[in-house]
């Protein structure tokens, strides 16, 4: 989610709130049970998940090559609905 909202807009709310929706859709429109994700290591969003109730479920270290010596762990989160 990080990456999908622009540098300049972070830090007021707008990742959350489309995390929320996402969420009620997915619990009401759709009748999900649970929602799972992937994320990059590194950059703070296993915290910024936690904070909205997902619970991270492992980890896989240095899964992700972003760049030569920039290899960052692949975190697996799940969001019980």
């Avoid at 760049?67 to 975190?75: F, K, M, N, V």
């Amino acid at each position: 989610m990080i990456g999908l909202v622009l540098s300049d807009f972070r830090g007021r709310g707008v990742g959350a709130a489309l995390m929320r929706r996402v969420r009620q859709v997915a619990r009401e429109e759709m009748g999900l049970e649970q929602l799972r994700l992937a994320a990059r290591g590194g950059v703070g969003l296993e915290d910024f998940y936690g904070r909205l109730g997902w619970k991270e479920i492992g980890r896989w270290p240095g899964a992700l090559r972003l760049a030569p010596g920039g290899d960052r762990d692949e975190i697996l989160m799940i969001l019980e609905l």
